[in-house]
């Protein structure tokens, strides 16, 4: 079947460190992999998506690596700030279940100053 | 362009009632997926429309309903509401619909139910 395996939170970090946030993940098919951002009250946001393996997906400075060999999707930042803290969600959708989402189950992220 | 919009941002309801939530996709786009949001489940799929057809359907009982109207806004339906139904559900508006993944959903910002 499909599923998302993600680090666990909560994660405390100071302003300005590096981030990583594991994710893993099981899946028939061709699947593609997503980074969604939940900030307080708020839907989610796509933060970055990757299609295929080897692609790499970036944005607002976060880049994560489709590595179809360890089945994994790690979001990294080199420099975390404040305004970035909020639960990231990995998800996939696999090529047989159309806009069927599977998400992890969220890595709470906590900038301070 | 708005975005995926959601209504009633938040509501009360008594054990037994029922709920309609409602959904309005960003404008072009014809498929629309639910999500129960909860702290012990977290995300997780409950149904997917599109052109008033329901195509996926995840594991939830079957006082959990839906439809989607020909302009592409869809309602869930809720009835004889449990305490656990106290969740909040995210609408997600999608461009495509295709065997091929990596169509991207964009969410609203959801409706918080509470259940008394």
């Known amino acids: 079947g499909n599923s998302v395996t993600q680090m666990e939170g909560p994660v405390t970090l100071s302003e300005e460190a590096f981030l990583t946030i594991n994710c893993t993940y099981t899946a028939t098919g061709y699947p593609s992999l997503f980074w969604y951002v939940q900030y307080p009250g708020e839907g989610l946001q796509l933060l970055l998506k990757a299609t295929k393996a080897d692609d790499k997906g970036s944005n607002k400075g976060f880049e994560a690596t489709y590595r179809k060999e360890t089945t994994s999707f790690h979001l990294e930042k080199g420099s975390v700030q404040v305004s970035d803290s909020a639960v990231y969600f990995c998800?996939?959708?696999?090529?047989?279940?159309?806009?069927?989402?599977?998400f992890g189950t969220g890595t709470s992220l906590t900038v301070i100053p | 362009k708005a975005g995926v919009t959601q209504t009633p941002r938040y509501l009360i309801k008594t054990r037994g009632q029922q709920v309609t939530l409602s959904c309005s996709p960003i404008?072009?786009?014809?498929?629309v997926s639910w999500y129960q949001q909860t702290p012990g489940q977290g995300l997780q799929f409950l149904f997917e429309?599109?052109?008033?057809?329901?195509?996926n359907k995840g594991n939830f009982p079957g006082r959990f309903s839906g439809r989607q109207f020909s302009n592409s806004r869809s309602e869930m339906n809720v009835s004889t509401l449990e305490l656990g139904d106290s969740a909040l559900y995210l609408c997600?508006?999608?461009?495509?619909?295709?065997?091929?993944?990596?169509?991207?959903?964009?969410f609203g910002e959801g409706s918080w139910l509470t259940v008394v």
């Open positions: 998800a996939l959708s696999a090529s047989n279940t159309g806009n069927q989402f599977y």
């Open positions: 429309y599109f052109s008033e057809t329901q195509r």
């Open positions: 404008s072009g786009h014809r498929s």
């Open positions: 997600a508006s999608s461009l495509v619909v295709g065997v091929n993944s990596g169509n991207t959903i964009y």
